[in-house]
């Protein structure tokens, strides 16, 4: 594929993952418009990329704001023209869309420093849905129409570990990943006629902002969920950032995988395919 001839878009791309794709597919000649929810981090990824010789452009946009997306969208089209990939990748856990313990005991309903099942706030689960599920639709309704039939067109979505087996506390986070999964294999059935290849990628555990409190101590140790996660995983790692590039770049490529749409590809060190046993 000749990559300079492509322009990508990426959300969430002032955070860990999706900065360090937008540097990579930037160094592969993409010109890249960088978003995120603060244009501050979009900016910090942009001048990396130009520092590096390479070309990208900084947009602060909340995925969840039509309004600003629609003008958003429309700039980028003036600064670039025609975009071929779309990588939603804005999405995060919130602490208050998961239990405190991974299972019900009835006395959790008298402790006031527990939040069970029952005490969950309906909204905060809203909340985490909305930015992982809804984030990933508004943005791609406003940003595909102009990717129909455009040879090369790709979108690739964010899944996650959570999405097929719920990880054990986080309900809110785990539900919206897996409306991710369903809403990949609808959009790629939809899209089929059009050129559009519909894909997500399903990260393992990447140490990032996103679960820095549930993985790390304040002194920077591992907590016990992390050693729990590193047992089940076979290659007993987390991911590092560029473990998922081959994937996403590999996926990005028309000639590389112009028959793949509609799937979700696990990077993860081998979490999903280990029972346990
Ligand atoms: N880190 C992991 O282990 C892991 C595992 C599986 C999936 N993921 C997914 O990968 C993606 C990237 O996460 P990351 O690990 O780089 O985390 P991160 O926290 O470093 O980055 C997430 C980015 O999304 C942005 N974001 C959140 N809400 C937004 C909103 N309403 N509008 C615009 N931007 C918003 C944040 O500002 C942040 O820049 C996320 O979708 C995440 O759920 C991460």
């Keep these: 594929m ?3 001839k492509k322009v990508a878009v990426i959300t969430g791309a002032g955070g860990v993952l999706l900065s360090a794709y937008a540097k990579e597919l930037a160094s592969k000649g993409v010109k890249v418009a960088v978003l995120s929810r603060e244009l501050k981090h979009a900016q910090h990824t942009a001048d990396e990329i130009i520092a590096a010789g390479n070309t990208a452009r900084a947009y602060g946009c909340d995925v969840l704001d039509k309004g600003n997306l629609i003008k958003t969208e429309e700039q980028i089209y003036k600064d670039f023209g025609q975009y071929h990939i779309l990588i ?17 005991a009835t006395n959790d309903l008298d402790d006031p420093k527990v939040r069970s099942f029952f005490s ?3 909204n905060e689960i809203g909340r985490v849905f909305s930015v992982n599920f809804l984030g990933t639709l508004i943005v791609t309704q406003l940003f595909a129409k102009r990717m129909l039939g455009v040879k ?16 054990t506390k986080v309900l809110g986070y785990s ?10 294999k609808w959009l790629a059935v939809y899209f089929a006629q059009q050129g559009v290849r519909v894909n997500a990628v399903a990260p393992g555990f990447f140490l990032t902002n ?3 409190t549930l993985l790390t101590n304040p002194d920077g140790s591992l907590t016990e969920r992390s050693h729990k ?10 991911g590092q950032v560029d473990d998922l590039f081959g994937t996403l770049s590999w996926l990005c490529d028309e000639d590389a995988s112009g028959f793949v749409t509609g799937s979700v590809i696990a990077v993860d060190g081998g979490f999903q395919a280990y029972s346990g046993v």
Excluded: Y
């Design 210 to 212: 996103q679960n820095k």
């Design 2 to 4: 000749e990559w300079n």
């Design 152 to 167: 090369g067109a790709v979108i690739i979505n964010f899944s996650s570990m959570a999405a097929q087996c719920p990880m």
């Design 88 to 104: 939603n990748g804005a999405g995060g856990n919130m602490q208050n869309a998961s239990t405190t313990n991974e299972t019900f």
């Design 175 to 184: 539900a919206a990943k897996a409306a991710i999964d369903n809403f990949t």
């Design 229 to 238: 996660i590193i047992g089940h995983t076979p290659m007993r790692r987390f």
């Design 120 to 122: 969950l706030d309906s």
